[in-house]
């Protein structure tokens, strides 16, 4: 079994197309079909159902996937850490982030990484801090920006505070709020509410406060991004509640401060089975240089971020 015959197994199951696949591997389709014959001879299984209209993984197939991705990725870092050891970054970095991220200005980040770093390829991941989480536990991504509620304790995972933060009222500029200097969460209940989806960390930093202060609110919309929010804000179809340090970058909506505001957490995460030389690399640019251990405390980090 070779490594190559797995690449070109994960190419076909994620175009679901030999042609494409051979396209993505830069080689002729058939010499990437007749590996796949060859690996599926070794292994005494088809790996893939193949009719003149699609073709699709099979049980073995399914079953074989999990532990190829994790033969690659296991090679691609041995290549990693080798010329980490020869003093060259290379390889892959995945970072995800949630929408609002406001610690940390990641496109200028990457532009100093991209500058010191050329080899290294990168991919964004754009989710919420739960599924980011997760995404990092299983390897898919190497580091996450994370925005939670000063509850949470995320589980399986390195984490090192970057900033606290408040949440602010986000109303339309002719909403009748919008010339108060500060409300309070009582004023705020009567409001119809626009919010990111229940249960997850972003929605439920306002959930919490809500329900601690015996209130409740009508969250009549839900999105699934900060652009949606202050879109339907700015119609006046709701209002909002947002990190007052990510909203001055919206616009068309008036920010009004919340006396009794729920508070968030920005943290950077990544895995317990350790950084790659380019996850490494990249936390360094960001001031994150302390030994990976776990940060239960949510304790803030004093490098600069």
């Not at 439920?204 to 409740?216: E, I, P, R, Y």
Request: glycine share 4%.
């Amino acid at each position: 079994m070779e490594l190559q015959q797995m690449r070109y197994v994960l190419a076909v199951a994620e175009t679901n197309s030999f042609t494409r696949a051979a396209e993505r591997c830069l080689v002729v389709q058939s010499a990437l079909s007749h590996q796949i014959a060859r690996l599926e001879k070794e292994l005494g299984a088809k790996l893939f159902e193949r009719t003149s209209r699609r073709v699709r993984l099979t049980p073995a197939g399914t079953a074989f996937l999990p532990a190829a991705r994790q033969c690659l990725d296991a090679a691609d870092r041995a290549a990693a850490e080798v010329a980490a050891a020869v003093g060259q970054i290379r390889g892959r970095l995945a970072v995800g982030l949630i929408p609002t991220v406001a610690a940390v200005n990641i496109p200028a980040a990457l532009r100093e990484f991209r500058s010191r770093y050329p080899q290294v390829r990168v991919s964004l991941c754009a989710g919420a801090s739960e599924d980011l989480i997760e995404k990092v536990r299983d390897g898919a991504i190497d580091v996450a920006f994370l925005g939670l509620p000063t509850t949470a304790h995320p589980q399986g995972v390195h984490t090192r505070v970057l900033a606290h933060d408040r949440l602010v009222a986000v109303v339309a500029p002719d909403h009748p709020l919008a010339a108060e200097s500060a409300v309070d969460l009582t004023r705020l209940s009567s409001e119809v509410f626009v919010d990111l989806p229940a249960g997850t960390a972003a929605r439920l930093q306002s959930d919490q406060a809500f329900t601690a202060a015996g209130l409740t609110r009508d969250v009549a919309f839900e999105v699934t991004t900060a652009y949606l929010i202050s879109q339907l804000v700015e119609q006046q179809l709701a209002i909002a509640m947002l990190a007052s340090a990510y909203v001055p970058q919206l616009t068309g909506v008036t920010t009004i401060e919340v006396t009794d505001a729920p508070t968030r957490v920005e943290c950077a995460a990544w895995s317990r089975d350790g950084r790659t030389p380019a996850a490494t690399a990249f936390l360094e640019i960001l001031g994150i240089t302390t030994p990976s251990e776990p940060n239960p405390n949510h304790e803030p980090n004093t490098a600069s971020a």
